[in-house]
């Protein structure tokens, strides 16, 4: 009796699997095949209703399709407009029952604003403290330039990856990421390449988010210990006078040097304060770094990430709060601009440095989305303005990214202070006792603590179903795990916490295979196999996998 409650939609699967065509929540299309049920067992809402006699005929269809689909040959599965749609699914009885399928439906897909919102969110991380600080790096007007130039590049990159997995004929591609179309032109190489490549982004991120967290957490404890003790740090610290107090932790004494060379994080990096003993048990580089494993390691244990997901709406509150700051503080500030187009001066930089790739570099980072656009897409109601929404979404990253880097950079005050004292993270350029910037640091200190084991959860994800084909081995598979991560960004944040340089080589490495290679070679063979492939592409795509080619190794040159 119990094979009569069963359900005739099998999850088992034979052979190869059919590809999705337009998910619902309830069932996985990974493993829909073609199935028969008498028109007469076929009931709609009301159990009185009849089944319609074009819907007898989709019936008849799916049966005569499901004998021919023994083969494995895939060019016999039924077509898309044989499969029934979501909103015709049922799960059918023996006993002549059916209960419609109540999943997703056109009204679940969010509109262009929505998907707009949506990318400019995932996109904007860690980066963003970082563009002013890029700008220095680069020189004012080559770095408007390179955030321009490389905005478009980016784009142009990312458009070859939505776009990808349509190119592949006699294929379903519906439920395709990239790894996959890369798996599909270059086999088990592509496939894994891809993996690696999408892992140091990623690892790189949780780098820098452990390094900023181990900063946030330093300066919000400094607040709050020197608020309650009447603690008043302001004297000793080299920066400008007033309410509005700027500061240059790490005073460059060779202005025509470069100081990313010379801001090696090395002891307690600035924790003067008037108790010692504080001073010993809250260091910015050899305690609180270490204070975070207790409350992180355990979350990155977690099973699932759903819980920490209700928290990713902290991110837009941070980035809209980080605006409203920066806007505050350059009207308070300021412009104080020069324009010195080679010639570094006592107070400014030139126009143009030969420090721009690690511009290009960060920029590689906070441009990237190409790893997770197709599943962004696929939630747009009008997959036909894709291209449009996805430009407009690069667009306003773009304008934010200029507008934080410009206003940063140019109501920096100098003189007194030098240009090249703009900090990678350039909240460092605040005293921890100003109360905007403690609100900033806790807001994203908040924000990191839960996306943090969303991170973690993706690199379990994809390492541990890569190797064990279970996102879950057991606890200990995943400890280990954990540790190597955690670990890394312990030794970072206390060796070398400069997230200017962390993000500009993580973003460099995954961009030389995510951004520039993959996407141009599998442009270039899909034209090819089309017959379509000309001489001026093939020159501008090879020229795109020197440039990331370029960008990689001119960040060990700097």
């Known amino acids: 009796m119990e094979d009569d409650y069963r359900p005739l939609l099998s999850p088992e699967q034979t052979g190869e699997c059919y590809s999705n065509r337009d998910s619902t929540d309830s069932l ?44 494995s040959d895939r060019l016999l599965s039924p077509p898309n407009h044989v499969i029934p749609g979501p909103e015709e699914l049922y799960i059918y009885s023996p006993l002549g029952t059916a209960f419609k399928v109540t999943g997703s439906d056109p009204s679940s897909k969010n509109p262009s604003i929505i998907t707009i919102f949506a990318i400019w969110n995932t996109m904007m991380g860690t980066s963003i403290l970082s563009i002013p600080w890029g700008i220095k790096q680069a020189g004012f007007t080559l770095g408007v330039l390179i955030l321009i130039f490389t905005g478009l590049l ?47 982004s990623l ?22 210990y020197n608020y309650v003790h009447n603690v008043n740090v302001s004297d000793s610290e080299f920066g400008t006078n007033g309410s509005d107090k700027v500061i240059c932790p790490f005073p460059n004494t060779n202005p025509g040097g470069n ?5 090696l994080y090395l002891g307690n990096g600035g924790n003067e304060t008037s108790d010692v003993s504080f001073d010993h048990w809250w260091s910015k580089t050899n305690t609180v770094p270490l204070y975070l494993i207790t ?16 928290f990713t709406f902290l991110g837009t509150i941070s980035v809209v709060y980080l605006i409203v700051l920066v806007t505050i503080k350059a009207v308070h500030l300021g412009f104080h601009l020069e324009f010195h187009w080679f010639d570094t001066t006592q107070f400014y930089v030139p126009e143009f440095r030969l420090l721009f790739p690690q511009f290009t570099g960060v ?12 599943t962004l897409m696929k939630s747009n109601k009008h997959h036909e303005n894709n291209v449009r929404d996805l430009s407009v979404a690069y667009l306003l990253v773009g304008l934010t990214y200029l507008y934080v880097g410009v206003l940063i950079f140019a109501a920096f005050p100098s003189p007194p202070l030098f240009k090249d004292c703009i900090e990678p993270n350039f909240l460092d350029n ?50 280990a795990l954990n540790i190597l991560i955690v670990g890394s960004g312990v030794l970072m944040a206390k060796f070398y916490p400069n997230i200017g340089s962390i993000i500009r080589f993580s973003g460099a490495t995954c961009g030389l295979a995510l951004v520039f290679v993959f996407p141009a070679l599998v442009h270039m063979i899909s034209l090819r196999r089309q017959g379509l492939l000309r001489w001026p592409s093939a020159l501008f795509h090879s020229f795109l996998i020197l440039l990331g080619m370029a960008n990689l190794l001119a960040q060990f040159f700097m």
């Open 28 to 71: 996985d299309f990974k493993t829909k095949r073609p199935f028969h049920v008498e028109p007469r067992n076929i009931v709609g809402d009301d159990p009185q209703e009849r089944v319609s006699a074009e819907a007898a005929i989709l019936n008849s269809r799916v049966h005569y399709y499901s004998r021919l689909t023994a083969s």
């Open 154 to 200: 980016m784009l142009y990159c990312c458009y070859i990856v939505l776009k990808s997995p349509k190119s592949i004929p006699y294929v379903d591609t519906s439920d395709w990421e990239f790894p996959d179309v890369c798996r599909y032109y270059f086999g088990k190489f592509g496939q894994w390449s891809s993996l690696v490549f999408s892992m140091v």
């Open 203 to 224: 690892i790189g991120a949780m780098v820098v988010y452990w390094v900023l967290m181990s900063n946030f957490l330093y300066n919000s404890g400094q607040f709050i």
């Open 259 to 263: 100081s990313t060379i010379g801001t």
């Open 295 to 310: 409350l992180l390691l355990p979350l990155l244990c977690f099973r699932s990430a759903s819980f920490f997901a209700r």
């Open 363 to 374: 920029l590689t980072l906070a441009f990237f989305i190409h790893n997770c656009i197709i």
């Open 430 to 479: 605040f005293p921890s006792s100003d109360v905007m910037v403690f609100v900033a640091r806790t807001f994203l200190l908040f924000q990191m603590i839960t996306v943090y084991p969303l991170l973690g959860y993706l690199v379990r994800v994809q390492v541990m179903g890569q190797i064990f084909g279970n996102h879950y081995p057991s606890f200990f598979h995943v400890l």
